[in-house]
Nanobody, 126 residues
Framework: QVQLVESGGGLVQPGGSLRLSCAASGFTLDYNPIGWFRQAPGKEREGVSCISSSDGSTYYADSVKGRFTISISKENAKNTVYLQMNSLKPEDTAVYYC?????????????????WGQGTQVTVSS
């Protein structure tokens, strides 16, 4: 069974950092890119970042470039994608989801992704 589980969210002050984890089971990360998306209340789900294990290519939305870093680990048979988030801003507040790309070639359209996790809440506030 294909499953993605996010963790690592929480409450952090502006300028702080968090690291999100996306643990994959039931499939390998070798073939399909994994993406991080976020959805704030009243807004559409937006692509934040994604990574392709096959060639190491990455994508970042303009709003997070230079602050967020995506990485992938396959150590000990655990397939995990991380999103290191630094210099967090209040506008980064959202529920963050990971998913695997099932169609298309981009990293910004939620409709191209599937096997969504349950999400993890990130709140940036003083």
């Amino acid at each position: 069974q294909v499953q993605l589980v996010e963790s690592g969210g929480g409450l952090v002050q502006p300028g702080g950092s968090l690291r999100l984890s996306c643990a994959a089971s039931g499939f390998t990360l070798d073939y399909n890119p994994i993406g991080w998306f976020r959805q704030a209340p009243g807004k559409e789900r937006e692509g934040v970042s994604c990574i392709s294990s096959s060639d190491g290519s990455t994508y970042y939305a303009d709003s997070v470039k230079g602050r967020f870093t995506i990485s992938i680990s396959k150590e000990n048979a655990k397939n995990t994608v991380y999103l290191q988030m630094n210099s967090l801003k209040p506008e980064d507040t959202a529920v963050y989801y990971c998913a695997t790309r099932i169609r298309g070639y981009g990293c910004s359209r939620a409709s191209d992704f599937g096997a969504w996790g349950q999400g993890t809440q990130v709140t940036v506030s003083s």
